[in-house]
């Protein structure tokens, strides 16, 4: 046997089908054995692994047992001349494999290999060629030395970032995501140390091969892209821990000498102290929302107060009302889900504002000696809503998950089939987040359908045309190595590359795997006919269609002029309306407005069933907008309109209108 690949599988069952389906890619003409061994995975990996690859032995764990012992399991069933340990969240080139054994071939010294690790955004990933972490090494990563100085032979040792990543030559430590091993030297040197569950045993394995005169080399002839940190996510802060207890352990292995021993301590220290800064930058990342509004909630708060009063000197009167008024509104604005799901929903923030002002207009009857305090509240929630939201649009406008129902401005790229199934598939599943903008087919023909946006080969011009997002590729029907080749040109656009296996099930991209495939079944539970929600949706409709009237009907036909829009007749309760399309067939927010006075009078809504939809006899009222308008419009084929209006009806809600009202008006 020429090669054995061996797979740690914990949880990451999309991974794992994506990098074994690389692997098979790449080792057609070079004889093969493969191992997964799985630690008690709960994701279905097992069953997966059954149906779609009954060739690979399969070793399956009772319990999780870590890195270590999980490979040593595989290491001793394994007959390959060279023996490939590889993480399942990777993807490798067709030429991996054959490039890896090229170059253990050229030279009989080398034990241990390791090639050029790439993110998913076609950068570096430093830990593909490193040093091991003495106290001088350690020292000058923990300060920020490496940081600062990356080119200096002296600071830059920890990630040899002195060195060009493009020349190959012999290091002290690879990364254990990619391990290329002889036989050989497996045989002289052993197996991985079991004390380490997780984390350390690469750098203990590199340190143990150089100790017994084998090379740790490290090679830039080929790539491979690694999802870092998947198998890992599950217990975020359990995996923190594994890490620095792994570097401790390495410490007092190799570094509790008795020359060394007061710098052993120094090291042990040093780790105990960056796993502290590190627990505490955590919680930090994760309290920032939390800090931004509550500072810019008293910030506004005490200029209404000023605003008010002309003084400061009144704020001893607001010492336990203050806080307590602060306390509620982020109350609020935690429930609503604005720290976690929703983090950049503009609706939820407009009602956030609201309600919070409510509470403690009302709160204020409990304090009476401060009753004054509702206008200084309504001074403030002017405020509140603007900054609410305010600072959450500007956040989404650079990022791309600001809305329920997604911005992420979509490319899918493969076979014309599979990129159209893909193409309907995130239309429709709005928990996606994805606005799908067009297909790039990777087959010949001519095709006479809107939704092809261009060829391949003028991807990245269309990437600028349509401002797009993401890049999804039917990673079966283009060469991996074409799709290497795009990561550095579009991550430095701000794009991101994602797969989905052949089995069009799952979206893999950096930190994430998304489910295309949706639940089917009969949910006679549709919200949009719950009494409640009729009521609701009636308020919004008197309460925001006079608005639109005073504010935008005037300008309609200023905007239709300006625009080229092109007018047509529309057919509604009888009576002939026009409507305006932009230039490509879609409306607007400006398509429908000379219809407002029909929502006044409960004849249509504002957001309902599309206007042209043929009626299937549901009781649902046609809307000035709808979720199909904000989702494609003319893309759509008729099965795809009635699953979106299907989605409405099962999950209407208020927000969920505003929200396409302000997604219709921002054009998003």
């Known amino acids: ?54 060739a690979i032995n399969v ?50 010294n080398i034990g241990l290999l390791g090639c050029k690790i790439l993110n998913d955004d076609g950068s570096l990933q430093l830990a593909c060629r490193r040093s091991f972490p003495t106290p001088w090494v350690a020292f000058t990563k923990m300060m920020g030395l490496a940081k600062m100085f990356p080119k200096s032979k002296w600071f830059g040792r920890y990630n040899l970032t002195h ?12 990364s254990g995501s990619c391990m290329f091993i002889r036989r050989a030297a497996l045989e002289q040197v052993g197996t991985l140390d079991e004390t380490f569950f997780m984390y350390g045993e690469d750098l203990d394995w590199c340190y143990r091969f150089g100790k017994s005169n084998w090379k740790v080399y490290y090679t830039p002839e080929t790539s491979i892209v690694h999802y870092k940190g998947e198998s890992s996510k599950v217990a975020a802060w359990d995996t923190m821990t594994h ?8 410490a007092r292995k190799h570094f509790k000498g008795s020359s060394r021993f007061p710098l052993h301590w120094i090291l042990r220290g040093g780790i105990l102290l960056r796993y502290i800064i590190s627990i505490l930058s955590k919680v930090g990342r994760n309290s920032a929302a939390y800090v931004f509004d509550l500072v810019g909630l008293l910030v506004l708060t005490l200029a209404a107060i000023y605003f008010k009063f002309r003084t400061f000197d009144v704020l001893n009167q607001y010492f336990i009302v203050l806080p307590v008024y602060l306390v509620s509104w ?125 060829r391949v080969e003028d991807l990245l011009a269309l990437v600028d045309f349509h401002k797009i997002d993401d890049v999804i590729f039917t990673s079966d029907n283009i060469e991996l190595k074409q799709l290497f080749n795009y990561l550095p040109t579009l991550s430095q656009k701000g794009v ?9 099930s799952f979206i893999i991209g950096k930190s994430a795997v998304e489910n295309l495939q949706s639940v089917q079944f009969m949910d006679m539970d549709f919200k949009y006919f719950h009494t409640g929600s009729r009521v609701v949706k009636r308020f919004e409709d008197m309460l925001i269609a006079p608005l639109l009237i005073i504010f935008f009907r005037p300008f309609q036909n200023i905007v239709v002029r300006s ?65 199909e308008s904000v989702r494609g419009g003319s893309q759509l084929s008729e099965d795809e309109r009635y699953s979106l209006l299907n989605y409405y009806l099962h999950n209407h809600s208020g927000l969920l209108d505003l929200e396409i009202i302000i997604k219709a008006f921002l054009g998003k």
């Open 563 to 627: 625009r080229s829009m092109k007018a047509q007749q529309i057919k509604v309760l009888g009576k002939d309306y026009n409507t305006y399309l932009s230039n490509n067939g879609r409306e607007n927010f400006w398509s429908n407005l000379s219809l407002l006075p029909q929502v006044i009078r409960g004849k249509l809504s504002l957001v309902g069933s599309p206007l042209d939809l043929p009626d299937k006899g549901w009781d649902i009222k046609r809307g000035i907008f709808s979720l």
């Open 243 to 250: 890490f620095y207890k792994a570097m401790d352990i390495f």
């Open 59 to 108: 070793i399956a764990n009772s319990e999780n047992l870590g890195f270590s012992k999980a490979n040593n399991q595989a290491i001793k069933e394994a007959s390959g001349d060279y023996i490939w340990l590889l993480n399942p969240d990777t993807l490798v080139q067709e030429d991996t494999p054959a490039k890896l054994i090229q170059v253990m071939e050229s030279d009989e």
């Open 330 to 454: 982020l109350a609020v604005i935690s429930s609503l889900g604005l720290y976690r799901t929703y983090k950049y929903s503009v609706s939820r923030s407009i009602i956030a504002a609201t309600l919070g002002f409510l509470i403690n207009v009302t709160l204020t009857y409990f304090f009476k000696d401060y009753a004054f305090s509702r206008i200084v509240m309504l001074i403030s929630y002017f405020g509140a809503l603007f900054w609410i939201s305010g600072w959450r649009i500007v956040a989404a406008s650079r990022r791309t998950e600001n809305f329920e129902l997604g911005t992420q401005r979509t490319l899918v790229i493969g076979d014309f089939k599979s990129a159209s199934d893909i193409f309907s598939k995130l239309m429709t599943n709005l928990g996606l987040g994805y606005t799908p903008v067009g297909i790039i087919p990777t087959d010949a023909g001519e095709r006479n359908d809107e939704r092809i946006v261009g």
């Open 1 to 54: 046997m020429k090669l054995s690949i061996i797979i740690v599988n914990y949880n990451v069952k999309a991974f794992l089908q994506q990098a074994l389906a690389s692997i098979y890619r790449s080792t057609k003409i070079i004889e093969t054995e493969i191992f997964v061994v799985d630690n008690h995975s709960v994701d279905g990996s097992l069953e997966m692994l059954r149906q779609q690859f009954p």
């Open 496 to 504: 991101k590359i994602k797969l989905v296996p052949g089995n069009l």
């Open 163 to 174: 060195l060009d990543p493009d020349m190959a030559y012999e290091v002290e430590a690879i």
